[in-house]
């Protein structure tokens, strides 16, 4: 797998950018292209766009299909195992559409549609943070938290394709619901939104003492890791408990899944090496059995063409199973 | 796989009792023995036994260790990859112990040796409850809660065996700790000890019109299903809280793993198909996504010869993969 020199095309299609490119067997994106979502057309008008962007990037590259030795989509969403239809997308309020038949019928092959943050999870072990590693969990930790289960080396998403929903893992009361309707997801305690909406509720509670206060309605996670590292105790406030929630996720993870490593990526990320040394410690001090080596923490390693990459090289990966 | 007539013998080495039998294809078991584990003595008497068991069960049977198609050992702690040794055993009070060379160097041959709760999921979806299932969870509410994962119809271990611990994952704040020194485990919120510590709290708290005070002392599950069954209203409100964190467990289970189905036994699931009625209903009320079709949820079948029939059945499954 990945021996020859063919190409492989990926395409990311998220809630904001399709993002798509082409990679050769290094992992590298060489060729890429970026074109707003603009979610709120008629989904036909986006997958004719998808349709564009793949046939641009074969005649700005080899420039002959049948030298395109995979081509795969990753989208924000639950994808029908078989098929390559979504089931359900709530950012480009997609249910039940049948983006795999569609492509298929137009390229006349086989296109391989996967769960975005499954792909990035494929991609870093692959090329990535987890490269190497039998089974591994890719968390992305942004808007929302999505997460991507490698069980010896491919994607493993549940018998119905809902399975790797990390970020709904209950793991807590909140005092706010989370978008699915439950509460206690750890998405609602972890994600830079959960952050800023606990400093919102402190400062609104009459927590005053704080630079955030000033920031009040722009407040961002990047914000708060910085002001915590200069000693402001709301931000420290809000840190310690996104760690402390953080931290039972990867401890549930931990006693389901045992993987060889969990990576860490996602906008909430870009705290670094800070964040993962923490993350670390709280967890290396509370696991199930303290005697047993548990799985590595790491940060991702491929950023934002994670998603391209790991649609890529979908197709080659189910091939070589 | 189980198409011959060869026969297969499962050893369930428990806290309590050492249970084994042989089994054929049928996956019924034909000759059974138990002995008292009697774990206070010392770890070589204990295998000791294990060893004159399998023997005595070969001599009552074939009487020729080579008609043996297959020798398995389920055992309550973490079993290390490869070589079947005792990575941790808390019932025993067993650390690193070489059961699966002792084993092999005595029979000259390879004994397969696994965590029981696997096991039990292993016999559950081979010929029990989940049969026909590739991806199935069991879970077993006793004392504490153990769990057995099967994927693509293989045991799910983890890379460091210490996965598929499903009783030790966080799904809330509780008023006591956990043997395994964490709070919040799903074992102390949703095993039999767990309804017998709640309710005893409560009593002590001054809740005092409840037939359950009268059982204080000795209190059982079956006593507080029986009772709320009856109308107690202590009894009733021990088990709404008991369900609401099993259900969470659940969810959890589903966002991660998304099985095709999930198995409930152990001495709590006696309480049968009222228990697996109102779990239905809880959890069916609060899935991550509606419009999908999650995994079933049912009563183990199997009851306690679950262990002994995956313990014989293990080589055979691991050989056919």
Chains 1, 2 share one sequence.
Request: glycine residues 12%; contains cysteine.
């Amino acid at each position: 797998m990945f021996g020859g020199r063919s190409m492989m095309i990926g395409v990311d299609l998220g809630g904001t950018n399709i993002k798509a490119g082409a990679i050769f067997n290094s992992g590298k994106v060489l060729y890429k292209i970026s074109k707003d979502t603009n979610p709120k057309r008629d989904k036909s008008q986006i997958i004719q766009d998808i349709i564009i962007i793949i046939e641009d990037i074969i005649k700005n590259t080899t420039n002959d299909i049948n030298t395109i030795q995979s081509i795969g989509i990753g989208v924000p969403g639950v994808v029908q195992k078989g098929t390559g239809n979504i089931l359900n997308c709530p950012n480009l309020n997609w249910h039940n559409v049948d983006l795999g038949d569609i492509l298929k019928r137009h390229f006349m092959r086989e296109i391989f549609i996967e769960n975005d943050a499954s792909l990035a999870g494929l991609a870093e072990s692959v090329f990535g943070s987890t490269k190497g590693y039998k089974n591994s969990v890719f968390i992305t930790l942004g808007t929302g938290i999505g997460a991507g289960i490698i069980i010896d080396g491919k994607i493993y998403s549940g018998s119905h394709g809902v399975g790797s929903e990390i970020g709904h893992m209950i793991v807590g009361e909140n005092f706010y619901d989370c978008n699915c309707g439950r509460n206690g997801c750890l998405e609602t305690f972890a994600s830079a939104t959960a952050l800023i909406k606990y400093s919102q509720k402190r400062i609104d509670e009459g927590f005053i003492e704080t630079e955030l206060i000033h920031n009040y309605k722009d407040l961002d996670a990047k914000m708060i890791f910085d002001f915590a590292y200069k000693g402001d105790r709301l931000a420290n406030e809000v840190l310690d408990r996104f760690y402390k929630y953080l931290t039972i996720g990867i401890l549930s993870i931990y006693d389901i899944l045992d993987p060889d490593a969990i990576a860490i990526g996602g906008g909430v990320s870009k705290a670094g090496d800070k964040l993962i040394e923490r993350l670390k410690h709280e967890v290396s001090s509370r696991v199930f059995i303290k005697s047993i080596k548990y799985g590595e923490i790491t940060l991702a390693s491929l950023g934002n063409d994670a998603g391209i990459i790991g649609a890529a090289i979908l197709g080659e990966i189910m091939k070589s199973h």
